[in-house]
């Protein structure tokens, strides 16, 4: 063996080799076709600079742009059966649960954590549409209600944002189960006096809208995020009748009062604090900083700003600590 072989060679072949460029390097917006580089993309909340499009970010990203200097810590989720029917189609239902484990690096669709916003403490839930569609199981369902339920132990706010197609079919009933056992957990954190912000993303469908998504004292919406029970197509074929232009989309649901206010990513974690701190009654000099607000708030109640009973309850409790 000699230096052509030891040096030249190989430095040869790594010239001529195919460079290897990242898949994700360039992002396609799919409103405009314009291609947007991922750390661009990255940096704006994974929002289209130019157009505006709100791509679909994961669930670890988003809490690392919402809360205060991507501060938080993860809260312990209970586990759930695995596989408890069974269930089978083109491949089995635990091999679809590996596989998606596997790329979204997640154990099932959703997230809790802990952290503040703008000071405030709070309790975020998170569903990702990564995993399986951001669908709903008996997993999913339990990390939901442990999010509730902490936010009660601690005393904080509860954010969720929701992502999901709905119910997951291959936990059949036991699924559908977790949509009255989730309305209970809102109940519980109502009664516990403590607000309840949802921040409805794309999409928002099936069960999971039939259920805590449209339950908050508050629903936001991100831009041009569908939302509703049943698909638009299904809709169009039941009826026999051709749907409005933008049916089911954010901007239409504001418009006729099903959601409170459409804000953009990139504005959320702000106007979410400062509902909080006026639900909550925050110390007057904060409410006194925060009412250049009060009017969007207004709209989004439907109460000029005014609290709801158990939101009172709240306040009062914050008043006497």
């Given amino acids: 063996m000699n230096w052509i072989t030891n040096y030249v060679r190989p430095k040869i072949s790594s010239l001529l080799a195919a460079r290897q460029v990242p898949e994700n390097l360039w992002i396609k917006c799919p409103e405009t076709g314009e291609m947007v580089f991922h750390k661009d993309l990255e940096a704006n909340h994974w929002v289209v600079p130019s157009s505006g499009f709100h791509m679909r970010i994961r669930a670890r990203d988003r809490l690392d742009h919402f809360f205060d200097g991507g501060a938080y810590e993860l809260v312990d989720l209970p586990t759930a059966a695995v596989d408890p029917l069974r269930f089978r189609d083109q491949k089995r239902y635990v091999d ?59 005393k904080r706010p509860l954010v969720l944002f929701s992502a999901s197609g709905g119910a997951r079919m291959q936990e059949g009933i036991l699924s559908l189960m977790q949509l009255p056992r989730t309305t209970v957990a809102v109940e519980m954190l109502k009664e516990a006096g403590l607000p309840y912000v949802v921040v409805l993303t794309n999409p928002t469908a099936g069960g999971v809208s039939a259920s805590y998504a449209m339950l908050g004292d508050v629903h936001i919406a991100e831009p041009g995020a569908v939302i509703g029970f049943a698909g638009a197509r299904v809709i169009e074929q039941t009826i026999r009748e051709k749907l409005p232009d933008g049916f089911q989309r954010a901007e239409y649901l504001m418009e006729h009062g099903m959601v409170d206010m459409v804000v953009p990513r990139q504005q959320l974690k702000g106007r979410i604090a400062t509902l909080l701190k006026l639900l909550l009654k925050a110390p007057g000099d904060t409410v006194a900083g925060l009412l250049e607000n009060g009017a969007a708030i207004g709209e989004a109640s439907g109460q000029e700003g005014q609290p709801a009973p158990h939101e009172a309850e709240a306040a009062d409790r914050a008043d006497a600590h």
């Fill in 96 to 154: 679809r649960l590996k596989e998606n484990r596997a790329k979204a690096e997640m154990d099932d669709a959703v997230v809790v954590a802990k952290g503040a916003i703008e000071g405030l403490p709070i309790v975020a839930t998170v569903q990702d549409f990564a995993f399986m569609g951001g669908s709903l199981g008996m997993a999913a369902g339990e990390a939901i209600i442990r999010g509730f339920e902490t936010a009660i132990e601690e």
